[in-house]
């Protein structure tokens, strides 16, 4: 965590000028899927949401309300159907190098070693990659795979591998974190842990994250705001903020405020049978 | 009876860790060739039996003679140099024209319009019936006979490269554009890696075809080459040659075919099962 590395301006986030100012705004943002054999599915209906620089938003919601599609559409890598998506003030137009992702699935590419994987973002950046192998080391090193990084992916567990993945989407130090599940096939301990791992990046890199979960205690710990969807249409049903003082620690998912955010929460899906 | 052992005591033989595995493994192994000597065997046996002419049917010892004549004379040597330089040469080059085009082809939807369906009508063209032509165009000697070999190994590294191309997982492709990779980094990062374990495919299935090609245009006119002398040999009514020289051929084939399996392994470590690709023979 020590030697910084060089960003490089391509179209990187400026700072805010102005504060208070949203890094990210959603205006009316619809996302409709055409598909041969099942239609027109609306995965996405009329999304407003303004993220400020250095927030952590979580998402809940049940399974195919459009979590995923609305983070791709945030990476620049899925078309939008209408509405409006600015960053940093500008109409986004496609992938951005001051973003990180971390997707649902691994997606690691099985013929690179993890430590490979790991620099793939440095690699396709053109950064200096004496300094990223070095960053590289200390993220394994971080989610606990300091010995495994000359190993494939082939040989890990399912944990491992996602956690190879959220070493990628950190290898840049990007501003701008999107991360879809990240911990969804982590066991409970090594989950809490790199929950206080993430919140310790946020606040060092001054980053600003959107994750989306399907642990609603865990929704509620890391986030500043909690957004609720609901689906079919793909909406937003809630937005909360959550009044937990920071640095948050473990304690904190036995206090009676965090039981009244997490009982708020499932009020909306009790209705909906569940979410995930 | 410890002291005149020639094995170190510390050294435990393998085969008393598992005696019964052994020797099941070494059974599996001794059936096959055990099953090619009673075939042998029998073969002899049946045409002393029924006294077959030799020139209709050798006997087993008879082609083994051939070949040992064939090889000791220094008859073979010659032709088969050139009938394996054939059968490389004209490999590498269909392989490599195959490869091409099947990247041009599998990364433009313009090219496919275009160049695909001259490709596919002429892979429907038998290869055997334009080998004259192409004896007449290009002469008796080697050359002919690697472009004929060539025209056959080319196509199944074509159908392969371009279904392999298309194969890299949507993703992988979506993983590599978030973080803001360009089309050369994601053919290079991902479809062609994606891609290797179709053109392996691809390449098993044309060096065994590569052996045909050769053969068949020396068939149709040369001056040497284990084919070539394989029509002498049914010329002179020598038909433990024949036998002996094809079974020359098939030894080619099955080594060209280790190779390509060899290397496959080193290259594709990673990909734990076998590709479903196009076999385009
Ligand atoms: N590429 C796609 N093509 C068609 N439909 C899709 C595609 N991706 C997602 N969907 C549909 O859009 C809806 C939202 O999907 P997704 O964003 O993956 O939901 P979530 O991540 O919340 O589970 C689902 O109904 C899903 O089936
Ligand atoms: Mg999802």
Redesign the interface.
Known sequence: MTAPLSIQA?ASVPAPSRPGEALVRIEALEKIYSTRDRGNIHALSDIHLDVAPGEFLTIVGPSGCGKSTLL?IL???LKKTSGQVRVANAELY????D?G?V?Q?P?L???KSVIDNVL??A???KLDMGQARTRARELLEMVGLSGFQDR?P?ELSGGMQQRVGICRALI?KPKFLLMDEPFGALDAMTREQMNLELMRIWKEQEATILLVTHSISEAVFLADRVVVMSPRPGRIAEIMPVDLPRPRNLEMFNTPVFGKHVGAIRRHFQSEGGID | MAATDTAPAAVPAPSTADPVRATRWSESRALSPLLLVAMLLLWEALIHLFDVPAIVVPTPSAVAVAMWEGIASGLFWPHFLVTLWEIIAGFGIGSVVGIALGVLIGLSPLMERLVYPYVVAFQTLPKVAIAPIIVIWFGYGISSKIIITATIAFFPLLANTIVGLRSAPREQVEMLEACTANRWQIFRMIRLPQALPYIFVGLDVAVVLSVIGAIVGEFVGAKAGLGYLILQKNFSFDMAGVFAILIILSLIGVGLHLLVVAIQRRVLFWSEAHANSVTGA
């Open positions: 391509g791709k990476a620049g890598i496609g992938p951005n190098r973003l992702v997707f699935a997606v590419l099985p013929w793939v973002p690699k396709v950046q494939y082939g840049h």
